[in-house]
């Protein structure tokens, strides 16, 4: 039975975030120090995710699993959850479409065997080609590691690639060109993130968002581009270039918001089921999971907070309310 919210739009797909760590400091989603970690009692064991996976996959047709964090890649063993999540299948007995987001620092030693588990397809953020801005805004020196594990990911046989860029104004907005042409080059999708309001350190603010329109226009002046109809469900709008090398993507969350057509949930790493990146509230899961709830109590509490799922989000109302949990708590 397909999963439909109260303004007709169906669910297909499941953000799980795997963990709240994560090896990078990106300015614009942690603060340098001081984050504090959940203990590793409070995180989903794979078998629970596996079993929330499981219930969506089966019960409501969710063909679509995203594993995310954190920095996914640092949960140890990630290849056993991706192969358990590999094994689930729709009503139709198709196998879901399995994806992962990642900052790609350890992508070299891990994309074959990310591959082999049966993962499907893989974003990498990278925000800079320049070391010592990659630096500053990752507050890590990882640039070449990155770079190293998109090509490895690619050379084991995830293509297209898909990298997306968060841009902030007076950070990396003037490496928009540089950053297409590395796409352009290297046949990888670059997708533009507008800077959300969703930092650990409240910093964002309207002005540094650099918008869709604004970015659009810098890539259409230098390589000529023409819209990709039907986004459908998907975050990103998209376009070709016209000389034929590819595409490129923006996902306009703050300057037009997709809630209209959203067909995502989240599943965050200690086990809250939420049904909007800026949800003010959850739904838990874990406590069903581990009082000895049934795989219907469990798809009543999945179904009820899809009721509930609102029309959308607030950033541009005056009354918006910031989730109390960050990016990287919730599951980008
Ligand atoms: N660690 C992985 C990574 O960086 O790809 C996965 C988790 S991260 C939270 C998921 C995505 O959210 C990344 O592409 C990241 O750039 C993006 N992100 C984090 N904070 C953001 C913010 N404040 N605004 C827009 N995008 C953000
Ligand atoms: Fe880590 Fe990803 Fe957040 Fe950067 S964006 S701090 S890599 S979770």
Redesign the pocket.
Known sequence: MDLIDSFGRTVRDLRISVTDR?N?R?T??MPAEGMVWLDRSEVLTFEEIERVARICVEKFDVNSLRL?????TVRAHLPRLITKLAALRLSNGEKPDIAL????ATLRNIALELRDAGLDRI???L?SLKAERFFAMTRRDELVNVLAGIAEAQLVGFTPMKV?V?VERGANDDEILDLVAYGRDNNIEIRF???????ATNE?ERKKVVTQDEIISVINAEYPLEIVPARGAAPADRWRYVDGKGTVGVIP?VSHPFCADCDRVRLTSDGQFRTCLFATDEFDIRALLRNGGTDDEIAELIRTAVGLKWAGHQINQVNFIRPRRS??QI??
């Open positions: 994560c990078f990106c614009y989603c995310t964090g954190g920095e996914p987001t990642t900052n790609g974003n990498v953020s925000d997306n968060v993130i507008e800077f959300m309001p969703l930092d964002w969350s990016m990287s599951g980008g």
